[in-house]
């Protein structure tokens, strides 16, 4: 498969495929790591979310913590790392919720989404690029967050309805 573009986050692909149909495109795709987004809850039962600056859309997201998975690392292991580097904790007890693609139609980038209790202290340094917040809020508070607007990243959306139902 040729390469078109490559950097330390992902690959962009593209080449001439047949279709299963019969027909040939011209396809372009994104080949990106699996990842993880984990909703961590406190022993009150609030939401751990975080305020991250990202660049791209100019400004500051309340999001679920979230990550790639290092080679070789199993979803439920890089679960811990991520929560130890953006909250600071990690989990006596941590729940699958949901899997699948995030952009399947232009990328292969996978996340497992985990609910996060038990938490416990135990911070790892944080990565370079992030400049991170926590934030606790009540479920319901989350839910009129997400309401209001004021949470606009879809995998925190998803993480927060799914843990929602959970809980």
């Known amino acids: 498969m ?24 011209r396809l372009s795709w994104i080949d990106h790591k699996s990842c993880i987004a984990v909703i961590p809850v406190d022993e009150e039962g609030n939401f751990l979310l975080i305020r991250q600056y990202r660049h791209a859309t100019g400004g500051y997201l309340l999001e679920i913590p979230a990550g790639n998975i290092d080679e070789g690392e199993s979803p439920e292991v890089c679960v811990q790392r991520e929560l130890g580097e953006e909250t600071g904790f990690q989990a006596g007890r941590i729940t699958s919720l949901f899997d699948g693609y995030l952009i399947p139609g ?33 479920p319901g508070e989350a839910k009129d967050k997400l309401l209001r607007g004021e949470i606009r990243d879809v995998k925190t959306a998803l993480g927060i309805t799914l843990a929602m139902e959970r809980l």
């Not at 950097?7 to 962009?12: E, L």
């Not at 692909?13 to 027909?23: A, I």
């Not at 038990?118 to 991170?132: C, G, K, S, V």
């Open 106 to 138: 232009y990328g292969n980038e996978y996340m497992y989404f985990y609910l996060a209790q038990e938490l416990y202290a135990a911070p790892l340094p944080p990565d370079d690029d992030e400049d991170i917040e926590i934030v606790r809020m009540s």
């Open 2 to 25: 040729p390469v078109v573009y490559n950097c330390r986050v992902f690959k962009v692909l593209e080449e001439d495929v047949q279709l299963p149909n019969g027909h040939r495109s």
